[in-house]
């Protein structure tokens, strides 16, 4: 089969782009024809509100990034207090217009450290904790203990008895987790504050079953099922004080239905509880907020060219796969008459209802509780008006930071695809490990240089082992880069840059800083020494 020339590249139609969207498309009507170049040039102006781009190169956080090469090497991950801060704030100005009974815990896991802590403090907000060092790192970052919500599947004794004696709100996994704090509380003499995490949701409003933490198959929460067990037991409880529900449905949930279907059931347990003769203090509807990482037109086009790559490949024509391998990570095919049909079902990297949005969505929409539709506010107000806490995590640092690379070497796969191989790996950057990242990219030196077309590229790490592909899915740059260039990989604030991180071959994981609104800077994390790899 003959290679496809770059210049027999797809053009989305209005008609088309419409029906690039994420449910039933059909692969063939995206056409193939002469490339417009201004309609697929991609948009490089950052989001973050601390990237610069009007240069001749990058600048993040007001410093050059040949400034941050010279002076903490790459690959380097930096995170930008004032877009942490910004992202806090728009979630507690939706709190004062529509439910001002209400508090932020801020999920640890998405970034920990002291000086990320610091700034959740200065906001007001809280943490929520999941481990003994997230709960010592969150009362190192001046939180208050009783700010700090202690949450997991499987606490240790140590952080139940932390939590015990400091005033931490602990919540129970489960019920024999709940009879664990119960009886420890006892012995130490304290009355701590405890909820009952919440899971065993089912049916078509929940997310998909590769995110979800709340529903039938779960290590997480409690099951519904279990509920009537659960008031028996409160009721000889004396230990404790209850103070009410927590769910936590997944995470990057780009639709409100999973989370308005979830708070109409916390709804519903609290009126019971109440029933029952207890107070409902407090609703946790959890985290899961999500961002989207593309403007609607950019998770069109990808959704285009994945299609049409695919629709090819049936033909015999690999050269326009959009996906390493072909690969099919979140999609599924379906037949439509005679034709197949490749539907998207996967995590989504664009919506319409991103962070604070999400929240208002669900505060202005309406919940299900005993069959009838009442406005969530509303029926929060029916049940005493509890406190309602929320735990965004990712929505709250992942805008805030950029990972830098380096390019090592390009050349073609195939004698069709290009593919850029950079001197970080999957290992440093988790989303390549989970699912197929969309996230943005950019060349961050020689701004002003612009190819004819953009340069389509796999991105491949230095690794010693094969699936070490940072995208899955082909991406587009300002230009063809040469060796030594910089590339910026936009919104890997959360969990990319350390929670899978490893010294696979024996590279050191990368440093990561963290810049105040003055230009200060602080490491969150130095970048390993040999001796440290090994432990000498």
Same mark, same amino acid.
């Given at each position: 089969?003959?290679?496809m020339?770059?210049?027999?590249? #797809?053009?989305?139609?209005?008609?088309?782009?419409?029906?690039?969207?994420?449910?039933?498309?059909? #692969?063939?009507?995206?056409?193939?024809?002469?490339?417009?170049?201004?309609?697929?040039?991609?948009d490089?102006?950052?989001?973050?509100?601390?990237?610069?781009?009007?240069?001749?190169?990058?600048?993040?956080?007001?410093?050059?990034?040949?400034?941050?090469?010279q002076?903490?090497?790459?690959?380097?991950?930096?995170?930008?207090?004032?877009?942490?801060?910004?992202?806090?704030?728009?979630?507690?100005?939706?709190?004062?217009?529509?439910? =001002?009974n209400?508090?932020?815990?801020?999920?640890?896991?998405?970034?920990?450290?002291p000086?990320?802590?610091?700034?959740?403090?200065?906001?007001?907000?809280?943490?929520?904790?999941?481990?003994?060092?997230?709960?010592?790192?969150?009362?190192?970052?001046?939180?208050?203990?009783?700010?700090i919500?202690?949450?997991?599947?499987? =606490?240790?004794?140590?952080?139940?008895?932390t939590?015990?004696?400091?005033?931490?709100?602990?919540?129970?996994?489960?019920?024999?987790?709940?009879?664990?704090?119960?009886?420890?509380?006892?012995?130490?003499?304290?009355?701590?504050?405890?909820?009952?995490?919440?899971?065993?949701?089912?049916?078509?409003?929940?997310?998909?079953?590769?995110?979800?933490?709340?529903?039938?198959?779960?290590?997480?929460g409690?099951?519904?099922?279990s509920?009537?067990?659960?008031?028996?037991?409160?009721?000889?409880?004396?230990?404790?004080?209850f103070?009410?529900?927590h769910?936590?449905?997944?995470?990057?949930?780009?639709?409100?239905?999973?989370?308005?279907?979830?708070?109409?059931?916390?709804?519903?347990?609290?009126k019971?509880?109440?029933?029952?003769?207890?107070?409902?203090?407090?609703?946790?509807?959890g @985290?899961?907020?999500?961002?989207?990482y593309?403007?609607?037109?950019q998770?069109?086009?990808i959704l285009?060219?994945?299609?049409?790559?695919?629709?090819k490949?049936?033909?015999?024509?690999?050269?326009?796969?959009w996906?390493?391998?072909?690969?099919?990570?979140?999609?599924?095919?379906?037949?439509?008459?005679?034709? =197949?049909v490749?539907?998207?079902?996967?995590?989504?990297?664009?919506?319409?209802h991103?962070?604070?949005?999400?929240?208002?969505?669900?505060?202005?929409?309406? #919940?299900?509780?005993?069959?009838?539709?009442?406005?969530?506010?509303?029926?929060? =107000?029916?049940?005493?008006?509890?406190?309602?806490?929320?735990?965004?995590?990712?929505?709250?640092?992942e805008d805030?930071? %950029?990972?830098?690379?380096?390019?090592?070497?390009?050349?073609?796969?195939?004698?069709?695809?290009?593919?850029?191989? %950079?001197?970080? @790996?999957?290992?440093?950057?988790?989303?390549?490990?989970?699912?197929?990242?969309?996230?943005r990219?950019?060349?961050?030196?020689?701004?002003?240089?612009?190819?004819e077309?953009?340069?389509?590229?796999?991105?491949?790490?230095?690794?010693?082992f094969?699936?070490?592909?940072?995208?899955?899915?082909?991406?587009?740059?300002?230009?063809?880069?040469?060796?030594?260039? #910089?590339?910026?990989?936009?919104?890997?604030?959360?969990?990319?840059?350390?929670?899978?991180?490893?010294?696979?071959?024996?590279?050191p994981r990368?440093?990561?800083?963290l810049?105040?609104?003055?230009g200060?800077?602080?490491?969150?994390?130095?970048?390993?020494?040999?001796?440290?790899?090994?432990?000498?």
């Amino acid at each position: 089969m003959m290679e496809m020339k770059r210049r027999d590249f #797809i053009k989305l139609t209005a008609s088309a782009a419409l029906a690039a969207g994420a449910i039933g498309t059909d #692969i063939f009507s995206v056409e193939a024809a002469e490339h417009d170049s201004e309609f697929f040039r991609p948009d490089y102006t950052s989001s973050s509100g601390f990237v610069n781009l009007s240069e001749s190169q990058a600048y993040i956080a007001g410093y050059p990034v040949s400034w941050w090469d010279q002076n903490y090497g790459m690959p380097l991950h930096v995170h930008y207090a004032g877009q942490i801060r910004s992202n806090l704030r728009a979630y507690m100005q939706v709190f004062n217009e529509l439910y =001002k009974n209400a508090e932020i815990r801020y999920a640890a896991k998405a970034c920990t450290h002291p000086g990320v802590f610091r700034i959740i403090r200065q906001e007001g907000a809280g943490a929520d904790v999941a481990s003994d060092n997230e709960a010592r790192c969150a009362l190192d970052g001046g939180i208050k203990p009783e700010l700090i919500d202690v949450n997991g599947n499987a =606490k240790s004794d140590d952080l139940i008895k932390t939590a015990i004696v400091k005033d931490m709100l602990i919540i129970a996994n489960d019920i024999d987790e709940f009879q664990i704090i119960s009886e420890m509380a006892s012995a130490i003499g304290k009355s701590p504050r405890v909820m009952l995490r919440i899971s065993g949701l089912d049916g078509d409003n929940l997310v998909d079953s590769l995110i979800t933490t709340a529903g039938p198959w779960t290590k997480f929460g409690c099951s519904l099922n279990s509920m009537p067990e659960f008031f028996e037991l409160l009721k000889k409880t004396a230990t404790v004080r209850f103070m009410g529900f927590h769910v936590h449905i997944g995470s990057q949930v780009t639709r409100p239905e999973p989370f308005l279907f979830a708070a109409g059931k916390l709804v519903e347990l609290s009126k019971t509880l109440q029933a029952k003769g207890h107070k409902c203090s407090m609703i946790n509807i959890g @985290g899961g907020y999500p961002v989207s990482y593309l403007t609607k037109e950019q998770w069109e086009h990808i959704l285009g060219r994945i299609r049409f790559g695919y629709s090819k490949s049936l033909e015999g024509d690999n050269s326009a796969l959009w996906t390493w391998a072909g690969s099919l990570n979140g999609f599924t095919v379906s037949k439509k008459g005679k034709e =197949k049909v490749l539907n998207f079902s996967g995590k989504e990297y664009y919506c319409e209802h991103a962070k604070e949005n999400m929240l208002r969505t669900i505060l202005t929409g309406n #919940i299900n509780v005993e069959g009838r539709s009442v406005n969530t506010v509303s029926a929060l =107000k029916e049940i005493g008006e509890p406190v309602l806490v929320i735990e965004p995590g990712r929505s709250i640092v992942e805008d805030s930071g %950029v990972t830098l690379l380096k390019v090592l070497r390009t050349r073609r796969i195939g004698g069709v695809h290009d593919m850029t191989t %950079v001197n970080i @790996g999957e290992t440093s950057f988790a989303a390549a490990m989970n699912g197929m990242p969309f996230n943005r990219w950019s060349v961050a030196t020689e701004l002003k240089t612009f190819d004819e077309l953009p340069y389509e590229t796999f991105i491949a790490g230095q690794l010693c082992f094969s699936s070490d592909m940072l995208t899955k899915c082909k991406v587009e740059l300002q230009h063809k880069p040469k060796k030594g260039e #910089i590339l910026i990989i936009y919104c890997t604030g959360a969990y990319n840059s350390q929670f899978f991180a490893a010294n696979t071959n024996s590279f050191p994981r990368p440093a990561r800083v963290l810049v105040m609104e003055n230009g200060s800077i602080e490491y969150i994390k130095k970048r390993d020494t040999y001796e440290q790899i090994f432990s000498l």
